[in-house]
Structure formats: C-alpha cells, structure tokens
C-alpha cells in the first residue's frame, strides 16, 4: 500500500458519518436503503458517503436486483491498521 492510498483511507475514515456508516455496516450486510432509515441524511448524500467508503477499499457493494447491499472489507481493515503499525514502529523514539 502505498502512502497517497493510505492517505486517501485515513481521510475517508476522519470523517464521522463515514465511522458510524462503517460500524453499521460492520454489524451485518446492509443496502442503502436501510442504512438510510438509520441515520439521519438525504440518499445523495448517503450515496457519497457509500462511494467514499467504497474508493477506499473498505466496503463492498454487491448489486442484487435494484438493491446494493454493503459489507465490510475484513482485509483492507487489516491493511491499514499493519500499515499505520509499521509506520509508527519506522519513527524514531525522539519524534514522540
């Protein structure tokens, strides 16, 4: 993975809509159009959300019929967190 990727999944993860959207989805496959009944935005927005989420890696959309149903990427979660620990294992002692 390299830092622009990792960049982009830290940023995508800053945001707290972004958070609670990936621990519902966490919890069990959902479309949007549940998650939409579960917090409080508007479907374009929730769809950017979703999109997000998705460009990063850490959620999958799966179409079936005319609904998408998100689950969570279990590997590109791992990923980042064995980055973010290489990285802070790289940094000297004296940069804390």
């Known amino acids: 993975m390299n830092d622009d990727k990792l960049s982009a999944q830290l940023k995508a993860?800053?945001?707290p809509t972004?958070?609670?959207l990936l621990a519902l989805i966490h919890q069990g496959q959902h479309c949007g159009c549940e998650l939409i009944h579960?917090?409080?935005?508007?479907q374009p927005t929730l769809s950017?959300?979703?999109k997000v989420l998705s460009d990063a890696g850490?959620?999958?959309g799966v179409k079936?019929?005319?609904r998408i149903n998100y689950t969570v990427d279990t590997n590109a979660m791992d990923t980042i967190f064995e980055k973010l620990k290489a990285?802070?294992?790289k940094?000297?002692?004296?940069a804390c």
Not at 38 to 42: E, P
Not at 91 to 94: A, F, M, S, V
């Open 13 to 15: 993860l800053s945001d």
């Open 87 to 89: 990285m802070l294992e």
């Open 18 to 20: 972004r958070r609670h």
């Open 64 to 66: 079936e019929k005319t």
């Open 38 to 42: 579960r917090i409080n935005l508007t």
């Open 91 to 94: 940094w000297p002692e004296e």
């Open 58 to 60: 850490f959620i999958q």
């Open 48 to 50: 950017h959300h979703l």
